[in-house]
Each structure stands twice: as C-alpha cells, then as structure tokens.
C-alpha cells in the first residue's frame, strides 16, 4: 500500500519536516510509556517500550507510506493486546498521528473504515466495564469515536488548506505569466511599429531615388537592412523571454542605446534633437527601457502620421523622476477634437501606469506633444 512519492520540494521544508516527524516520534514514545505507567504497568520493557519504539519509529516515515504506516502501527497495537497487554487509555489515541496523516491522502474513506472497525474492536473489547461502571463505558466509546472523528478532520481539513495554498500558487504563476505575456506584447509592438515607420520611409527614399541617384537609393536600403536586422535582434530577445531557457536573453534597449534610436530617426528624413538633463546613469533599468520605448513610439508615430520636419526629444533625470518629452511640428489634431488611441498611445500608457507614472499625449500649439512622468525612487535595477 506504499503511496506514490510526492513531488519535490525545497531542502529547508524538508528539513523542517524531518525535525517535526522526530519530535512527534519522540513524543509518542514516551507519552505512550508515560501512560502505560500512570494506568498501572509494572514493567515496561515486557512490550510497553517495544510498542513505543514501534510506534515511533513508524512515524518517521509516515509521509511517504501513510496507510502502511496507520495500518502497522494497529498491527502492532493489537499484538500488543493479543500478548496479555491492555492498550494504556484507549485503542485509538496511540495512532493518532498515523490516523491523521492518512486522512491526508485520497484514501481518506479507507481511513475512516478502519478506524470504525478498530473502534467497533474497543467497544466489544470493553463490553466487561458495562457491568461494573456504565458511566466509563460510555466515557470510553464515545471519547475513542470522538477522536477518531477529531482525527480525520483534522487531516481533510489539512489536505484541503495545502490543496488551496497549491492552487494560490498556481493562480499567482499564471498572473505573473500574463503580465510576462503582456510585458512582450507591448515590447514586440514597440520595436515592430519603429521598424516599419523607418523601413518605410527609406524605402520610399530609395524608390524616389533609383533613377535619379542609385547611390542614395543603394544607401536607404543598406539602412532599412540595418534597422530591420536589429529589429529581428530584439524580436528574438523578445521571444526568448517565453521560452524555459533565459540564457540567450539579450539585454533590453535602455538610455544608452537613444543615440542610435536618433540616428535612425535622423537617416528617415526627421529632424531629431535630443536634449539630456541629469545624470542618466542614476536612473534603473525598468524606467529607462520604459523611458526608451515612449521616445520610440512617439518618433514611430512621427514618422508614420505626422507628416513632420523637425521633433524635439528631451530628458530630465531627476533623483526622484525621469520626466520624457517628445514634441513634433506635424499635422496637428484640431481644436476640440478627441485624440483617438491606437495601440501605440494605449501601450506607452500602460507601460508608464504599471511604474505609478503619467503618460499626456495631445495637440500643442504647432504640433503634437507626448509627455510622460516615471518615478525611480525605490525602483530596482
């Protein structure tokens, strides 16, 4: 009847399991003995002791064989009656331990008949005190039933409340893994939206340009290869994050990479200035990707929509805040007019919500302004 073994689980629970089962050894040995002596046993090495040691013994591996752990230790409670021996208080109490820990397993009614048909035992057993003292008699059956009972709640219960821990576990797992999802879906949109406003842009360069002069053409398109082999560099990053081996993971793109970010903007035919203000290395990691992909999207978006000249970037790191700034000269949204969210804006927002900042985006005199506000006190590289 051995149990199958149970999953793996860290070495300092099983540490702690393996220190609580020899102390609940312990204490049935001599708790055992110690009631064998106070109900009248005169030698309690004549079976007394062996049966605690039994007893105990047994409990040290109760977990991986629970039921041929219960059943042994009544096995070994009845030898000791067959030998002449009355069981000290009661049939049930002295595998009160096992009795629980195989209420913990599925085979909890299995459980619950042997320890009827053990206390159906004890009654019959006992039927000698009706005679003498009702009262006891009654005391006796009653307090082995209610045992048991107490016994085999206690171990539903406790099977009940480690099932529900796993499933809070499992939940929590599934959480973190949504939100992992989600981290890369705004990530694969960032960099797929950047690559194709820029892509597009050169290849239009080079269309207008392949007559009149193949050499400007020729250069767009080396720099639309170069931007769409990047591209596929951080598309592959992206993707590794879902699979099981993070090794091959490459670093995200943070502050240090903004300069090639305005070059590419620059080589589409936009008019980038970046304007830096602070110290950039004080900012960690999490707010300067989020800091990089706000500037990204906004000139993606500059450069797909807006049909804009120039845009003004700028940064200022603060010791408690990174405050980004993204204006165009484009076509402005009119007067009144509600600015309509696409993926772009929704997940910029949402990359600066989920860091407790602000992201605006609306018309401004002349133009368009993107402006976002991301703390860094306390934030972790």
């Known amino acids: 009847m051995a149990e199958p073994p149970s999953r793996r689980v860290p070495a300092p629970v099983r540490h702690l399991a393996w220190i609580a089962d020899i102390t609940l050894a312990v204490l049935t040995l001599v708790f055992f003995v110690a009631v064998a002596l106070a109900t009248g046993v005169r030698n309690p090495w004549d079976g007394t002791i062996p049966l605690a040691l039994l007893l105990g013994a047994l409990l040290l591996v109760r977990r991986r064989w629970p039921m041929t752990v219960l059943l042994l230790s009544i096995g070994g409670i009845f ?14 109490w002295p595998a009160a331990v096992a009795y629980f820990t195989a209420s913990t397993t599925p085979r909890v009614r299995w459980v619950a008949a042997i320890g009827l048909a053990q206390l159906a035992y004890s009654a019959v057993d006992a039927r000698w005190i009706v005679d003498r003292n009702l009262t006891r008699y009654l005391i006796h059956v009653v307090g082995e039933g209610l045992l048991l009972a107490i016994l085999i709640a206690a171990g539903l219960t406790y099977a009940a409340a480690m099932r529900w821990r796993e499933r809070l576990r499992e939940t929590d797992s599934r959480a973190r893994a949504a939100e992992e999802r989600l981290r890369v879906s705004h990530e694969v949109h960032d960099v797929i939206a950047h690559t194709l406003a820029v892509v597009g842009v050169q290849l239009n360069v080079a269309a207008d340009a392949l007559e009149e002069d193949p050499a400007a ?10 931007v769409r082999n990047r591209a596929m560099a951080d598309l592959r990053s992206l993707i590794a994050v879902l699979r099981d081996g993070p090794g091959d993971t490459a670093a995200q793109p943070d502050l240090a990479s903004l300069g090639a970010l305005i070059s590419e903007a620059r080589a589409a035919g936009l008019e980038v200035t970046l304007d830096e203000h602070g110290d950039p290395a004080a900012v960690p990691a ?12 906004s000139i993606a978006n500059t450069l797909k929509h807006a049909d804009a000249r120039k845009a003004e970037v700028t940064i200022n790191y603060a010791p408690r805040s990174v405050t980004v700034e993204i204006t165009d000269d484009g076509r402005s949204v009119p007067a009144g007019a509600e600015v309509i969210e696409g993926h772009g804006l929704a997940g910029m927002r949402e990359r600066v919500s989920a860091l407790g900042g602000v992201l605006t985006a609306g018309p401004v005199p002349g133009g368009f302004a993107v402006r976002a506000d991301i703390p860094v006190a306390g934030s972790t590289a």
Do not use: M, N, S
């Open 217 to 226: 053409a020729a250069a767009a398109l080396r720099l639309a290869k170069d």
């Open 79 to 92: 030898a000791y009656h067959l030998t002449g021996h009355w069981p000290p208080a009661g049939w049930i």
């Open 286 to 297: 999490i707010p300067a990707i989020a800091v990089y992909r706000v500037v990204q999207e």
